[in-house]
């Protein structure tokens, strides 16, 4: 069956660091996945969408890497601030008539000042 | 545009009852979902509707549960009758085109008691 893995349930990082959270996939093949960050109490709001045929993409502090050969994508936020403290979410999309999104269990980030 | 709004924001019933959520899915977006978040499960997609249309609904738990998308402007999920393992946020998302980000709203939260 399908699976997603996110490599903790929780992680603690220092302020200034970078924050490497791990997304694995096994019996999938995304064409698309998109990592989320989710505050208590509210609904995940979207960070980033690398395609298959993509290994990395940049937003600001925030880098994405997708290797399909691993079956994984690492998400990395360098410089890490409090602020950045939230759970994240990887999600993987099949492609186009399939837009069913698949959401991992989660990592929930603590920056500690 | 307010972004998605989901109603009510917080719903307590007993078991039996009826429950009806609401959603309004941003202008524009040609895509509604329908998430269930628990602890235990994490965050499940239940059905989701392209241009008003149900495409996929085979996480909808069992025939307790409906959803209706009669305009391009409103979705509602119901479940009828309600019991306590339904207790859950409840999550309504839209998007331009199925693999893009989603919009989520801020939930509804259900206690079935």
């Known amino acids: 069956s399908q699976k997603i893995e996110q490599n903790s349930e929780a992680l603690n990082i220092q302020e200034g660091k970078t924050a490497t959270l791990t997304c694995n996939y096994t019996?999938?093949?995304?064409?698309?996945l998109q990592w989320y960050r989710q505050d208590p109490g509210r609904g995940p709001v979207f960070l980033l969408l690398?395609?298959?045929?993509?290994k990395e993409k940049r937003k600001e502090r925030l880098k994405v890497t997708f290797d399909t050969t691993l079956k994984q994508s690492l998400f990395h936020i360098t410089a890490s601030q409090p602020a950045d403290s939230a759970t994240y979410l990887c999600?993987?999309?099949?492609?186009?008539?399939?837009?069913?999104?698949?959401f991992g269990t989660g990592t929930r980030l603590t920056i500690i000042p | 545009d307010a972004g998605v709004i989901q109603s009510p924001r917080h719903e307590v019933t007993e078991m039996g009852q009826e429950v009806t959520l609401r959603c309004k899915p941003i202008?524009?977006?040609?895509?509604l979902f329908w998430y269930r978040q628990t602890m235990m499960r994490g965050l499940e997609l239940l059905i989701y509707f392209n241009n008003n249309v149900p495409i996929d609904d085979s996480g909808m738990p069992e025939d307790r549960f409906s959803a209706k998308m009669p305009n391009a402007s409103f979705s509602t999920l119901k479940i009828q009758p309600s019991e306590p393992r339904d207790s859950a946020v409840y999550f309504c998302?839209?998007?331009?085109?199925?693999?893009?980000?989603?919009?989520f709203g801020p939930g509804t939260r259900l206690t079935v008691l």
């Open positions: 019996n999938y093949s995304p064409a698309y």
């Open positions: 998302a839209s998007s331009f085109l199925g693999y893009n980000e989603q919009f």
């Open positions: 999600a993987l999309v099949a492609g186009f008539g399939n837009e069913k999104l698949t």
């Open positions: 690398i395609r298959e045929n993509e």
């Open positions: 202008s524009g977006h040609d895509y």
